[in-house]
């Protein structure tokens, strides 16, 4: 079956530091993927959408990159600041009809 | 910026009775989502709704649900008669364009948190 997997479910880190999370997938082809941010009690806001023919994106202090090789997108956040702390999701269209399907998410936690 | 607004913020009601979970979309979007979450689960997928029909559902959602666009502006889902399990955060979403050919990002509401009792 289909499966998104988002290898840590929690990360700590320094503020200052590059945080970096990761979203594997099997039994997918995606034509591209998506990364949100949850804050609690929130709904998810659309954050990256990387497109399968694209290695890298980036947007202000966030780099995505994916791998369809490897079935692996890797999501970093450089000069981390305790405001980016929060739950990313990453997401994929799911088979011919499209709708998006999340992952757990990774809940990072930038210390001061 | 223009936003997906849903309410209630919570609604508490008893196991059995039937609820209708409200959304207002973005004005210029064209397709209409439900999901939910249950607490310390993923945001799952629940239906995709576009020219007035569903366009795709998941096996969750089975005969107790319908989603209805009764004007135009509002989104709806009725649960019709609750079960404990039914007890999740439900998020309405909207995008410009669909996600079966195009990448259109989905813009959230923040929920309504549906307890059943």
């Known amino acids: 079956s289909q499966k998104i997997e988002q290898n840590s479910e929690a990360l700590n880190i320094q503020e200052g530091k590059t945080a970096t999370l990761t979203c594997n997938y099997t039994n997918y082809s995606p034509a591209y993927l998506q990364w949100y941010r949850q804050d609690p009690g929130r709904g998810p806001v659309f954050l990256l959408l990387?497109?399968?023919?694209?290695k890298e994106k980036r947007k202000e202090r966030l780099k995505v990159t994916f791998d369809t090789t490897l079935k692996q997108s890797l999501f970093h956040i450089t000069a981390s600041q305790p405001a980016d702390s929060a739950t990313y999701l990453c997401?994929?269209?799911?088979?011919?009809?499209?709708?998006?399907?999340f992952g757990k998410g990774t809940k990072l936690s930038v210390k001061p | 910026e223009p936003e997906v607004t849903q309410t209630p913020s919570h609604q508490v009601t008893q196991m059995g009775q039937e609820v209708i979970l409200r959304c207002v979309p973005i004005s210029n979007h064209l397709y209409f989502y439900w999901y939910r979450q249950i607490l310390g689960q993923k945001v799952e997928f629940l239906v995709s709704?576009?020219?007035?029909?569903?366009?795709?559902k998941s096996e969750i959602f089975d005969d107790q649900f319908s989603v209805e666009r009764p004007d135009g502006s509002n989104f709806t889902l009725k649960i019709r008669s609750t079960k404990l399990e039914d007890s999740a955060m439900y998020f309405c979403?909207?995008?410009?364009?669909?996600?079966?050919?195009?990448?259109?990002?989905?813009?959230f509401g923040n929920g309504t948190r549906l307890t059943v009792t």
């Open positions: 979403a909207s995008s410009e364009i669909g996600q079966e050919i195009y990448n259109s990002p989905l813009h």
């Open positions: 997401a994929l269209k799911r088979g011919s009809q499209g709708n998006l399907i």
């Open positions: 709704f576009y020219n007035n029909e569903i366009s795709e």
């Open positions: 990387i497109r399968e023919n694209e």
